[in-house]
């Protein structure tokens, strides 16, 4: 089976069995209508927690889920619609037959205050950008300052498209903390969960300082 070539997720820690959609999770959604809600159109709260992000390739069938793969190297999509005949392949949205595969996004997050987690997930483009830059910041934050969450507002942002400006989900980091600690002061105060990151110095960003100004050279030059 030929692999596909994608970024590795942001495994948190029991978000790594057989669905995208967590185990104990309720499923979050977003649409640009409704906004965020979870499957029963409740608001989500916000804001919430990352915890992790995770990719996997789904095939739907009579709008129920037949496979799901989620075990890395993932496989190639194209390769698996190519595999299936296109008789088979099902009337989407556009009156036109849609490929049975694709690939799916998700994001797990994290309700500061009841400890609900949420599992939301997609294959739209908009859920695509969305969970990518969430993953791309907690790459590199991580690389920088080890294993530290962000705090993310739900919210969305323009996107365009073929048919014009669109609306997308989006996750705007308010801040980063790390494993552990208390929350402080009222709900409303809920950003204060776990231990603050402090902002690295440019010694500590970069892992280095000027040397100390050595009096032997200084006089190079005269």
């Not at 990352?50 to 194209?78: F, M, N, Q, S, Y």
């Not at 996004?105 to 969305?130: K, Q, R």
């Not at 989006?170 to 105060?189: K, L, Y």
């Amino acid at each position: 089976m030929v692999k596909s070539n994608v970024p590795a997720p942001v495994i948190g820690p029991g978000f790594n069995g057989p669905s995208l959609l967590a185990e104990n999770t309720i499923l979050g959604k977003w649409d640009s209508d409704a906004g965020w809600h979870d499957r029963d159109g409740l608001p989500m709260p916000s804001p919430v927690i990352a915890l992790g992000t995770r990719r996997g390739v789904r095939r739907w069938k009579d709008h129920e889920l037949i496979d799901e793969i989620v075990d890395l190297p993932l496989p190639d999509v194209a390769a698996l619609n190519a595999a299936i005949p296109k008789s088979e392949w099902e009337i989407g949205l556009s009156g036109e037959p849609t490929p049975p595969y694709s690939m799916w996004f998700a994001g797990y997050l994290l309700d500061p205050i009841t400890g609900t987690v949420f599992s939301y997930l997609n294959n739209t483009t908009g859920c695509e950008i969305a969970i990518g830059r969430l993953e791309s910041s907690m790459t590199w934050m991580r690389a920088m300052r080890g294993p530290v969450f962000p705090v993310c507002k739900l919210g969305d942002a323009p996107m365009k498209t073929r048919f014009g400006m669109k609306r997308r989900p989006n996750f705007v980091i308010v801040d980063w903390r790390g494993a552990g600690g208390t929350m402080i002061g009222s709900p409303e105060t809920v950003p204060q969960i776990g231990v603050k990151v402090e902002e690295p110095s440019t010694k500590g960003a970069i892992n280095d300082e000027m040397p100390p100004w050595d009096d032997d050279i200084s006089d190079v030059g005269r």
